[in-house]
């Protein structure tokens, strides 16, 4: 399913181009970053990537294949819990998959623990903290051992403490052989997780490049626009 090509990717509803010719390639390996302003179209390119919405145009090729070939996850920005025990909501998202009951409760509690929710395995999802929701829903991705998983700004309302666990997570399910496609607004997180940094503005990607390189010199407008806006100091970009 890699490289991931997207080209020419269009989202225009009732005429209004919101994704407007979205050209990116990507490896199988590491975690790459979405950051943009609001509303430039962050979580539509990962809906529009887990199939969750139609394009109007251009394409993606996983792989040379119009579909992809490997497990997909999406982790949402506001996780859909069921409103089942903690044990369960990761033990459903095994059910499509052909895995006998005593395999799928096995893996679900590995996950469990992986996640530091094992204690936790039978109390109701509802009674879960924002961070304690945010690792189930990763934990219930991380357990379909998926190659791709899509990860709409995990953090965003969590303390440090809870990003840190977040951030731990991220990166071992990176280890265990997914690539990660996420989007934050938080710098710091994208300084610390990314391997490269996709910019996003104006319906297209402005910028890809390696995160370092991104951060020393963006070189388009809008990101050192949006860089002088999000960062507490201003910092003059080498030119
Ligand atoms: N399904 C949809 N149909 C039409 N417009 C949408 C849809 N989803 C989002 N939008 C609009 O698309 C724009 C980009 O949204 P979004 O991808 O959520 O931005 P970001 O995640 O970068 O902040 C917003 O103006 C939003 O209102
Ligand atoms: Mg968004």
New binding site residues.
């Given amino acids: 399913m890699f490289p991931l090509r997207i080209a020419g990717l269009r989202f225009a509803?009732a005429g209004r181009p919101?994704l407007d010719g979205v050209d990116l390639e990507l490896s199988g390996e590491g975690i790459s970053v979405i950051l943009?302003p609001?509303?430039?179209?962050?979580?539509?390119?990962l809906r529009l990537l887990a199939g969750l919405?139609p394009a109007h145009g251009g394409g993606v090729d996983w792989g040379g294949a119009p579909e992809p070939a490997g497990r997909l996850a999406m982790v949402f920005q506001q996780p859909m819990l069921l409103r089942l025990s903690v044990f369960a909501n990761v033990e459903f998202a095994l059910w499509p998959q052909a895995i006998r009951p005593a395999g799928r409760k096995a893996r679900t509690l590995a996950v469990l623990e992986r996640v530091g929710l094992a204690h936790r395995a039978r109390d109701s999802a509802r009674l879960l903290s924002g961070g304690e929701r945010q690792r189930l829903a990763l934990a219930r991705a991380w357990a379909m051992a998926p190659r791709l998983l899509l990860l709409d700004e995990p953090t965003a309302s969590l303390d440090p403490t809870a990003t840190e666990a977040v951030e731990t997570i991220i990166r071992e399910i990176r280890t265990d052989g997914a690539k990660v496609l996420m989007?934050t607004h938080n710098l710091g997180q994208a300084t610390r997780l990314a391997d490269d940094i996709i910019f996003?503005a104006d319906g297209r990607v402005q910028e890809h490049e390696t995160a370092h390189r991104f951060f020393a010199r963006p070189h388009s407008p809008a990101a050192r626009a949006y860089l002088q806006g999000e960062l507490p100091w201003r910092i003059a970009f080498d030119r």
């Fill in positions: 509803p919101l943009g609001n509303g430039a179209g962050k979580t539509l390119l919405l989007t996003l």
